[in-house]
């Protein structure tokens, strides 16, 4: 008995030491079972891939005939040459993102038939017409209950000449004024006041400035409708515009710009001006005269904003003003980049501000939020067209804002795109207009011009004069503006780099500092998809191997 409990003990120990084979175990492959039994060790897989890489210097540290003191002398060689690799890789990409783009001279005979004439704006001195001033004086006289004569309110219509250059003397008359002409000199649309139709009544007109104009020798109406020479609302008032095909207050787009295909004094744009000095009233510069803008034709007038020439014509002189024009096209490519990067806007991209988009007409549109919100009203010189919508109507500044527009005025002459931290100038940058996406036109056409002068004389010869029939040369004044050279210059703005390029510096780099190319790449993606699938195989068949294990207990 006590036997054969000893055998029946020694048959269970044995089969507790033994091996359950499981159906499924006995189906797979010997060598199978036998690989995947095997433990994963990292770093005999590690010391594989330095062994059979093709990058340099990585098998010194997987031979085995090395001594440590050369393993560790290669590992901090390698180590030294990854941070300086790392740190030249730094350097270069800040410098690729900090300046990507490159303007390089592209053309130095570019045709100047492809370059628009400059738009022209004229504008008199005397921005009150004498004239105009005793007609709109008698027409007060007769509406004021007082009997207050024509002299009186010639002395009271200077004030509004205010409203070009806001200065003030005394703020008590002109809210005095003010109140008269609110009540009686309303505008028959509106039923009140408004200072741009009292202003343009009173403003020099252009029927009386121009005598004569010519282009291309030939000569041509001057203020027809749609022809050469239109009224506009300038920074200096209601003026004479040439060749303005910009943005303006009623979304109107005008026809195509002028070009000019020849050159010389005698091929451009000449005009015959009548200075009408006895019409004087309200002389905004002190000078009898005239003030000539030159300008991109796709952008308004405004001299804060740059691109703007300005040129003073006397009486009794007949000046020259050459034009040589800078033309910058930009490649697609640069659309790429933010606008802060490339730090400039391409003309179809804030079609806000009209069909192009122009630095000048983003800077008037700035200016006039800006006038809109701190005075509440709109000088009548601006064009209404980048004005915030608002549900309530806009008010055009009167005597009453005058105020309120002198306190601000050095602020709205100011404009800037960015803030700069500058120790000393924190006040200014305060003061100034911050006008951020404002930027520079990617392609754009500049202008510089180069005047002179000379006495005009009365003409003496039978033949063709532009002065012809006037016989006091004292008061006019002719003017010629002319391109002065067949060809100019372009400039290109492009991409610093292109993406191949980038990729063949920075695979230089690897090459020199690492040894590394595409194929140590590609080793090292399939090492570490190797590792993976290693890793994934031994937890799977150690996950199999615990729920295939016999319960030993139960068979104890």
């Known amino acids: 008995m006590i036997k054969a409990n000893a055998q029946k003990r020694r048959k269970l120990s044995t089969i507790s030491s033994g091996t359950v084979a499981t159906p499924s175990e006995r189906d797979e492959p010997p060598q199978t079972r036998g690989r995947l039994r095997e433990r994963y060790r990292f770093t ?299 730090q400039c806007v391409f003309r179809n991209e804030l079609l806000k501000y009209g069909a192009n988009y122009g630095r000048s007409n983003c800077v008037a549109a700035c200016r006039l939020r800006s006038v809109l919100a701190l005075c509440e009203c709109v000088p009548f010189y601006m064009p209404t067209a980048g004005a915030a919508a608002s549900s309530k109507s806009i008010t055009t500044c009167n005597l009453q804002h005058i105020a309120c527009l002198n306190k601000y005025k050095i602020k709205w002459s100011t404009v800037i795109t960015d803030i700069v931290r500058i120790p000393g100038l924190e006040k200014e940058m305060e003061e100034s207009l911050y006008c951020p996406e404002c930027l520079p036109s990617c392609s754009d056409s500049k202008y510089q011009i180069t005047a002179s002068e000379l006495p005009l004389i009365r003409s003496r010869r039978d033949g063709f004069s532009i002065t012809a029939g006037i016989e006091n040369v004292a008061d006019v004044a002719v003017v010629r503006i002319f391109f002065g050279q067949p060809e100019t210059w372009m400039y290109k703005q492009n991409v610093a780099y292109y993406w191949f390029e980038i990729f063949s510096n920075f695979g230089g780099m690897f090459g020199i500092m690492a040894g590394m190319s595409l194929i140590t790449l590609t080793e090292v993606v399939y090492f570490v998809g190797r590792q993976l699938v290693l890793v994934f195989a031994t937890r799977s068949w150690s996950a199999r191997l615990g729920a295939r294990k016999p319960n030993l207990e139960l068979l104890q």
């Open 44 to 342: 005999e897989e590690l010391f594989q891939l330095f062994d059979s890489i093709t990058a340099h210097c990585y098998r010194q540290l997987a031979q085995k005939d090395r001594s440590v003191w050369e393993r560790l002398f290669w590992l901090l060689m390698l180590i030294l040459e990854a941070a300086t690799l790392v740190a030249i890789i730094i350097s270069a990409w800040g410098k690729f993102t900090a300046n990507p783009l490159i303007t390089t001279l592209h053309d130095t005979i570019y045709p100047i038939e492809l370059v628009p004439f400059p738009a022209i704006s004229l504008c008199n001195n005397n921005r009150i017409s004498r004239t105009a001033a005793m007609r709109y004086a008698r027409q007060l006289a007769e509406k004021d209950t007082e009997r207050r004569n024509v002299s009186y309110f010639l002395e009271q219509i200077v004030l509004l000449g205010k409203l070009y250059d806001f200065d003030y003397e005394n703020l008590h008359q002109m809210t005095k004024f003010q109140e008269f002409l609110d009540l009686n000199d309303v505008s028959n649309g509106t039923g009140m006041y408004n200072a741009l139709e009292t202003l343009t009544k009173l403003s020099p007109r252009c029927e009386d400035m121009l005598l004569r104009c010519f282009w291309k020798s030939i000569e041509l109406p001057c203020m027809l409708r749609n022809d050469m020479v239109e009224v506009r609302r300038t920074q200096y008032g209601i003026c004479c515009t040439f060749n303005f095909i910009g943005h303006t207050e009623d979304n109107e787009i005008h026809p195509p710009s002028y070009f000019l295909d020849v050159t010389g004094p005698e091929m451009g744009l000449v005009l015959l001006l009548n200075g009408s000095s006895n019409d004087y009233f309200y002389n905004l510069f002190n000078n009898i005269g005239f003030n000539l803008q030159i300008f991109n034709p796709n952008e308004v007038p405004d001299s804060t904003a740059g691109g703007v020439n300005e040129q003073f014509v006397h009486l009794g002189t007949e000046t020259f003003i050459r034009v040589d024009a800078i033309t910058i096209n930009s490649e697609p490519d640069v659309l790429r980049y933010s606008r802060q990067k490339r």
